[in-house]
């Protein structure tokens, strides 16, 4: 992805108040949002964002019924093995390295944590396949941490509305952790998501059913 050079804000085009009344508004449509992975238990929520790098949740959600009915806890992923862990996940994309890493990283949840997933950022982020970003959601997820992983879509969703001008995913998430009324923080990733998700599409957003669309500063709105 490139990312433009643009200056971080807050107050040139977004008011304080406004990003409150956004998430107001967030809230009132959507009061309980939740991540679109299907899981059941921290190990398979792990799994299942794991496999969605690069992928869409949809095509997770069709591959983990079986592969957690075949395997869904460390023990069990392990005993699966490499191999056979590839033939349930093969329509994912960069399923070949995936598998390892899910391997080893089962691996690295017996050795080093019992067979429990961790609950700190460190922790987490020391299992193979699992970034900053994975680790993130499931702090957020699993744990309710008032932290936002930032993926394509926040990005192109906050820079586009301007609740910040970042450069990359990791000033983003500096940014909206800064200018995000903290009681907004529990839930303020999965609205982002799904704001970019269905309405604020990269290509076309939809403007004309934007709940937010007279707060947005983008200039180009498709009304």
Known sequence: MLYLSIPSLLGYGMKK?????IFQRFFENKPH???ELDYY???TLLIAVVLSAQSTDKGVNRVTPTLFEAADTPVAMVALGEDQLKQYIKTIGLYNN????IIAMSKALLEKFAGEVPDNLNDLKSLPGVGSKSAKVML?????HKVIAVDTHIFRVANRMGLCRTTNP????IELERVIPK???????HWLVLHGRY???ARKPVCARCIVNDLCCYKDKNL
């Open 17 to 21: 108040e406004n990003i409150d009344l």
């Open 33 to 35: 949002p939740r991540i």
């Open 41 to 43: 238990s921290p190990y």
């Open 98 to 101: 995936k598998a390892k890493n």
């Open 140 to 144: 957020n997820c699993i744990w309710g």
């Open 170 to 173: 990791l000033k983003t998430e």
């Open 183 to 189: 009681k907004w923080q529990d839930h303020a990733h």
């Open 199 to 201: 309405v604020c599409k």
